[in-house]
């Protein structure tokens, strides 16, 4: 079974740094896009950062210049390094992509990740 697991989220100080890892595993054939996502209390889900297959990322505006987004395609993983974490920035952060099992390699489904609390202390 495909299954995306996070790790690396805590607690921090405004002005510091965490590292997201997302590693996939399960029967994989291919991964395509993977992204990154949070969200706040009484909020939507967002988009925060995205990369392609080919590693051409993008971002929310609000946290460009800050926060990057990189892959590691041997290892099935994806990584959000950010910095100068501000409190507007605390969310559960959830892993996503979008896999080819072995099972079915010509479908490309959506898998998400069971989310990672960030919280930034002013």
């Known amino acids: 079974q495909v299954q995306l697991v996070e790790s690396g989220g805590g607690l921090v100080q405004a002005g510091g740094s965490l590292r997201l890892s997302c590693a996939a595993s399960g029967g994989i054939f291919s991964i395509n896009a993977m992204g990154w996502y949070r969200q706040a209390p009484g909020r939507q889900r967002e988009l925060v950062a995205r990369i392609t297959s080919g590693g051409s990322p993008n971002y929310l505006d609000s946290v460009k210049g800050r926060f990057t987004i990189s892959r590691d395609n041997a290892k099935n993983t994806t990584y959000l390094q950010m910095n100068s974490l501000k409190p507007e920035d605390t969310a559960v952060y959830y892993c996503?992509?979008?896999?080819?099992?072995?099972?079915?390699?010509?479908?490309?489904?959506?898998?998400w990740g069971q989310g990672t609390q960030v919280t930034v202390s002013s």
């Open positions: 996503s992509a979008d896999i080819r099992s072995r099972v079915l390699p010509g479908i490309s489904a959506n898998y």
